[in-house]
C-alpha cells in the first residue's frame, strides 16, 4: 500500500509539473439564429458597434472580445472598415452575464472504515478532510453553487437600419470567466451566421489546450 501511495503522488507530481491535465471544460451552449428573407449573400464589409447603450465601446474589456469577434468574422471571409460610410453592415454586438441561480449544501461528519488514499478535491466537489490514509476517519463537506446565465448577442443591421440577422448564444454555469468563455461562445456562433435555426440548436464546446511555447 505504502509503495502504490507513493506511485500515485508521482503521477500526480508529473501530471502537474508537466502542465497536463485529463480535465476539459466543457460548455453546453444554446444557439439561436435568424436571418432576413430573400437574402442570398450578405455584404461583407462591416463595422462593429455596442449593442447596449451603456457599454462603453471604448473599454479594454469590449475592445478585448470585439477582437475575438473579428478573428472569426474575418475566416469567414468579412471585411472589416473604419470609415462607417464604406460599411455594408453595422454588427451590434452584446454580452454579459447574470446569476440565476444558487444553492448551499451541507453534511454532517461521518465515520468511513477502510483503508482509502485521496484529496481535498474528490469528484469534483471541495471537502473539509485533509490528505488522509487510515482505517477510520471523519468527513464532511460544505458546497456552495451560483449557476450563471453567460450570453452573446449579435445583431447586423444595413447602415439604413434594415436588420439582416441576429445570433443569440447562452450557457450556463458556474464560470464568470468572460474572458475565457465569451470567445468560446462566439466561436460557437459563426457557423450559423446567415443562417435561420427552427429552434434553438445546443452544442458542447470544449476548452482547446494551450500551445506551448
Not at 12 to 23: E, F, H, K, T, Y
Not at 89 to 117: A, C, L, N, W
Amino acid at each position: 500500500m505504502h509503495k502504490l501511495y507513493l506511485f500515485l503522488l508521482l503521477v500526480v507530481s508529473l501530471l502537474i509539473n508537466n502542465g497536463c491535465s485529463p480535465i476539459v471544460s466543457k460548455y453546453r451552449v444554446t444557439i439561436d439564429a435568424i436571418t432576413a428573407p430573400n437574402i442570398s449573400n450578405l455584404p461583407k464589409k462591416y463595422m462593429v458597434k455596442a449593442l447596449g447603450k451603456n457599454t462603453d465601446e471604448k473599454s479594454l474589456k469590449f475592445q478585448y472580445q470585439v477582437a475575438s469577434l473579428d478573428k472569426l468574422l474575418q475566416k469567414e471571409g468579412y471585411q472589416k472598415v473604419k470609415d462607417e460610410n464604406l460599411a455594408q453592415q453595422i454588427i451590434f454586438f452584446d454580452y454579459g452575464i447574470e446569476k440565476i441561480f444558487e444553492e448551499r449544501e451541507s453534511s454532517e461528519p461521518r465515520v468511513t472504515m477502510g483503508i482509502s488514499i485521496g484529496h481535498t478535491y474528490g469528484w469534483g466537489r471541495r471537502y473539509s478532510s485533509p490528505f488522509w490514509n487510515e482505517f477510520g476517519y471523519y468527513r464532511s463537506y460544505n458546497r456552495h453553487y451560483i449557476y450563471y446565465n453567460r450570453y452573446v448577442t449579435l445583431l447586423a443591421k444595413e447602415p439604413k437600419g434594415k436588420e439582416l440577422w441576429r445570433i443569440d448564444i447562452s450557457s450556463v454555469g458556474e464560470s464568470k470567466n468572460l474572458k475565457k468563455i465569451i470567445p468560446l461562445l462566439l466561436e460557437a456562433s459563426t457557423p450559423y451566421i446567415g443562417k435561420n435555426t427552427k429552434e434553438p440548436v445546443k452544442v458542447i464546446i470544449k476548452e482547446k489546450e494551450a500551445k506551448k511555447e
